[in-house]
């Protein structure tokens, strides 16, 4: 054990000492000024539509680009990936004839009933990411970007695509395979070994997938692969590389914030951002700690043993460059302004990040040396002047689009690093160049220039999946737990049909409408009453309910999580139907929704006693004065709760 922390320390001192030889020329460089940061700006667009352009001309419609050779490839499944990935792009730099003739196509021809074997991560988060985030673009007017005649052909798409990916997740841990056949499912054959990132990365889509279809099978074996990975955490709160999704056991159990494992953490944060979801908020605190406790050597991140935290690789690779960009969504500016800060130095070193760095050697790690167009350094950069505005960024900004234009253009695009020592390229383009790279390098030069575009001055804010592509936190996206809980809310169609219809006789009313606590319970009241001093006759959807908080002029109920239902017209078959069960039934909702008001109206005056008990002067706080006030408390709870049930 002393060797171990003798070890630690002398990785420690070595990681210290190179950061202080590579970040001497950090802020060396001239500031940006805004007419610098427009021109560059401009030249990250030119240089989406150099990789673009040459996709279409010479690969489209296949799924890559090789951009020396100015040729095309299949590498994932042969569905035009690059336009997939791409097409949101299209609509953020506000290409409306591109994007919409992008969109069209793809409704028109893409198909995923064929027999391929695909990677269930890859296909997540680039083909179905891509195809719901321009769906999300395309159906909504105030992106700029709707597209007359659309119907909502993408999430067809994107929803059929969901459904072949589903027998991946019939494992017994939850956690889904690596791999499945598009038109037979999971092979006899299949490996039972899948990376954590593989399993704990598919929230945001399959949750977005969910909300948008109202089928939930998506977003539940989703959630349910998240905690299978979580149940096997060790006893530190690590995860593990590699897992076996019949055992759960680990068969690769390095802990880290990269390779594998990176956009597990990702997700966590963002899943709950995105969907609401405090479990995954739970989660990522607990994981966020093991890991800045035991991985975290600041300003580096290690690999250890899952188990024992001991060092098993000194190594900084490039999928780590995401972690500060995750730590100011977390608001943890600080260590990610340092961690940045020494990543950026291995890219000015090289003039890339190599995949892997050996942070014990000060030298390339054998084996990694290239470097294929990775986002994640830059999605990093523009988090950080997002938060802080320091002109620093746009100066590492400069510099990466300074080092692509040099080293990785291609005739026909650009091309990958094959070794960040001697920048020798290699024939291929990711589509995820096109999705991120020059994504984030677009919003971080116009984001100096004032940012005017759908992701800064758009009516929502935008979540970025780990494949860059953006989800927009809408009502129905996240707000969906007040689905039609009050006037003014969303309400998807297929609900209609399903709201309960009662007429209450004993008013006289014919315009009375359900309104719903928050545990479910319906409830009536007379329209009439609903809105004080307006007639009934008027129409509701003019009151909108604020999301939160007690809605003026509504009645004592509202304040205790009973929201109102907009009246919706039912036929009168319908209301003859259940106008028996509803009579039978709502004696015991009334009675359960006082008694549930009261408790809530007994904890509120319990409380605002104590607030009150707990400011007096010591010399008044005596056990006999709370306790004889306690006693006047409870009989005002006593006759409140006897004058509620009456």
Partial sequence: MASSSFMSLICRCMCLLLLALLSVNYALAASVSPAEAAQIRDEVRDMFYHGFDGYMQYAFPLDELRPSSCMGEDTLGGYALTLVDAMDMLALLGDRPRFSEAVHWVGKNLRFDKNKTVSVFETNIRILGGLLSAHLIASDASTGMQMDGYDDELLHLAEDLGRRLLPAFETPTGIPYGSVNLLYGVSDDESKVTSTAGGGTLILEFGVLSRLTKNPVFETVARNAVRGLW????????????????????????????????????????????????????????????????????????????????????????????????????????????????????????????????????????????????????????????????????????????????????????????????????????SFFLAETVKYLWLLFDLAVGGDNMVEKGPYPFVFSTEGHMFPMTHEISLSAEHCTYIGSFCHESAVSELRWFNLTETGDSNAFPFKTSSGIDHWCSASQHVKGQDKSENFDEHIAPLKGVCPGYGYWQQFGIHSFKDVPVSHSYRKTHHKEQQQTLHQRLVHIVQTAAELQKDRLTEQLDTQLSRRPQEESSEQTIAMNRSKSMEVVSNFSQREEA
Avoid at 268 to 292: R, T
Avoid at 318 to 343: M, N
Avoid at 367 to 387: M, V
């Fill in 231 to 430: 149940a096997q955490r060790s006893q530190l709160g690590l995860v593990g590389a590699h897992i076996n999704v019949f055992s759960g056991e680990w068969t690769h159990k390095d802990a880290g914030i990269g390779t594998s494992i990176d956009s597990f953490y990702e997700y966590l944060l963002k899943g709950y951002l995105l969907l609401g979801d405090e479990e995954y908020l739970y989660i990522f605190n607990e994981a966020y700690k093991a890991a800045m406790r035991y991985l975290y050597s600041d300003p580096w991140y290690f690999e250890v043993n899952m188990n024992s935290a001991v060092v098993v690789w000194p190594l900084f690779n490039s999928l780590q460059a995401f972690w500060p960009g995750l730590q100011v969504l977390a608001g943890d500016v600080e260590p990610a302004i340092r961690t940045h800060r020494a990543f950026f130095s291995v890219w000015k070193k090289f003039g890339f990040t190599p995949e892997g760095f050996n942070l014990a050697t000060f030298s390339v790690q054998p084996g990694q040396k290239g470097y294929p167009l990775r986002p994640e350094l830059i999605e990093s950069t523009y988090w950080l002047y997002k938060a802080t505005k320091d002109p620093v960024y746009l100066d590492v900004g400069r510099d990466i689009v300074t080092s692509l234009q040099y080293g990785a253009r291609c005739p026909c695009g650009y091309c990958h690093i094959a070794d960040v020592e001697s920048h020798t390229q290699e024939d291929h383009m990711e």
